[in-house]
């Protein structure tokens, strides 16, 4: 049986008190939200933490409100599970479910939570890349306060963030979108999911007047690069002429050269590459789409 | 640390004490010796642990016993509490769908989430609510075809 490592072990009631214990304790504390990824890293001995801070007895952190008229939040604790079967995402962020079910098993989707997956600032994350396109603001707390992050400044390095210690994810807040936008989300991985990503495309995107004028575009690429990264120069190419089957092309070579995939044992750098060329041209199609057939909002 | 904590298993009140590193899955093997639960991985892969916390598939080995407090747990043991077999685990036996029958806990309490809200789940649905839990003697037609078969059973209401 693979076994867990003892640790010191708190379970805070409130906010206040587990930042407290993140940044009184002389140990290194280490959140567990769902735990889908810290456990599996402590069994496999690449983590000790010799304290866990157990995020789950904190009323407030689970749920998916609509913030008057200007967004919606989610909390960290929400799980994968639940973003998938929103009925208030589905209307608003459908980007967001199609996301969610991109990520692992459903019986992994029913423990992870939203906080944990951008927490662990993961470059192959199934939902930092939508999250990123619908210009998701984190909301942290942490010994000074309160303060609102936007995610694309969020993540440093693989597996590190902006976080000082003692701060922690409280929940994620989604503006709504423009009227005449669509998005969508495609990665690729083993056998439909169940498997990190090889890489993994988002795009938001806002047409003008006409159906072929683009008025905003976001572009943002996951398992490419050191953190999921927006693609700017790719967004300035698309903005820069009308959608065409030839603009496309030519905005995918783009995105293909902006990125810096790694060769591992999954994949290879130039099989990465071609293979971002292809989710971004079909990703681009599908949110091109739906922005022709929506109405108010997406 | 040994905490003192409460499970309800198979609607069942278990009064034990745990360490705050042991996994639902040491718990249930271990300490409540319901040995249905398997461990494949260990790592979430292969959801050979799975268990139902409140109707819905969960891997056990990823679990911490103490956070399954104030939950309904069910095992594969707590199927059918009227002391028959399950449709599932009937149509299990039918379809020939267990060969070494490590995955077919899994497999049935994960069809069961699904069965109990859409008895007329279809194929496609089965297989992507299947997708956690690997079969390594290959079952996966068979474990569809019994699957299909227990909703038309559970149609009825069971
Ligand atoms: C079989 C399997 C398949 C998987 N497939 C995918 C996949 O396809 N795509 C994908 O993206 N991921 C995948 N994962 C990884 C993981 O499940 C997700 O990243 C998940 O969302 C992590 O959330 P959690 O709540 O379980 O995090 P935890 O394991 O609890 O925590 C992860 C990290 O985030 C930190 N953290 C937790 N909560 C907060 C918070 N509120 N604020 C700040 N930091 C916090 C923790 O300290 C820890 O370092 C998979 C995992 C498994 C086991
Ligand atoms: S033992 Fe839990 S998923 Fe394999
Ligand atoms: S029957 Fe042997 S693993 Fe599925």
Excluded at chain 1, 1 to 17: D, H, N, V
Excluded at chain 1, 62 to 82: K, N, P
Excluded at chain 1, 215 to 221: P, Y
Excluded at chain 2, 10 to 23: A, D, F, M, Y
Aim: glycine fraction near 10%; include cysteine; charged fraction near 20%.
């Amino acid at each position: 049986m693979k076994r867990l490592t003892p640790f010191s072990y708190f379970e805070p009631a409130t906010l206040a008190e587990a930042v407290e214990i993140l940044s009184g304790s002389k140990e290194k504390a280490y959140l567990l939200a769902g735990g889908t990824d810290l456990l599996i890293r402590m069994k496999r001995g690449e983590i000790a933490p010799p304290a866990l801070v157990n995020l789950k007895r904190i009323s407030g952190l689970s749920s998916i409100e609509r913030e008057g008229q200007s967004g919606i939040r989610i909390g960290a604790l929400t799980t994968i599970a639940e973003i998938e079967h929103s009925s208030a995402l589905r209307a608003s962020h459908t980007l967001m479910a199609e996301a969610a079910t991109a990520l692992g098993s459903p019986s992994i989707r029913n423990l992870a939570t939203l906080g944990g997956n951008i927490g662990r600032a993961s470059p192959a994350s199934d939902m930092a890349p939508s999250l990123i396109v619908l210009k998701a603001r984190l909301n942290i707390s942490g010994p000074r306060g309160n303060k609102q992050v936007g995610l694309e400044s969020f993540f440093t390095g693989p597996g590190t963030t902006i976080l000082q210690p003692g701060e922690l994810i409280t929940s994620v807040f989604l503006p709504d979108p423009a009227a005449r936008s669509g998005a969508a989300y495609l990665k690729l991985g083993r056998g439909g999911g169940m498997d990190c990503a090889l890489g993994c495309v988002a795009i938001f995107l806002t047409l003008g007047n006409t159906d072929t004028e683009v008025k905003e575009v976001l572009v943002a690429v996951g398992a490419c690069s050191a953190i999921p990264m927006r693609a700017n120069k790719t967004e300035a190419l698309i903005l820069s002429g009308s959608l065409t089957d030839g603009h496309i092309q030519e905005a995918a070579m783009a995105v293909a050269a902006e990125t810096s995939p790694i060769t591992d044992l999954r994949a290879s750098e130039s099989y990465r590459r071609q293979m971002v060329q292809v989710l971004f041209s079909r990703a681009l199609k599908l949110s091109w789409s739906r922005a022709r057939s929506s109405k108010d909002t997406h | 640390m040994k905490i003192l904590i409460e499970l309800t298993v198979n609607e069942e009140l278990c009064r034990l004490e745990v360490e705050p590193q042991q996994t639902l899955l040491e718990v249930l093997r271990e300490a409540l010796h319901l040995t249905g639960t398997k461990e494949g991985c260990g790592l979430g892969d292969c959801g050979t642990c799975m268990v139902l916390i409140d109707g819905k598939p969960v891997n056990a080995c990823l679990m911490l016993a103490l956070d399954a407090q104030r939950h309904q747990i069910t095992t594969i043991e707590g199927l059918d509490n009227r002391g028959g077999l399950h449709p599932l685990q009937q149509s299990f036996i039918d379809a020939g769908a267990v060969q070494c029958g490590f995955c077919t806990p899994g497999m049935i309490l994960s069809a069961k989430a699904l069965l109990d809200i859409n008895p007329r789940a279809g194929k496609e649905e089965i297989k992507k609510t299947l997708s956690g839990v690997l079969c390594r003697c290959g079952s996966y037609p068979k474990v569809i075809e019994a699957v299909l078969a227990a909703g038309e059973k559970m149609k009825g209401g069971h």
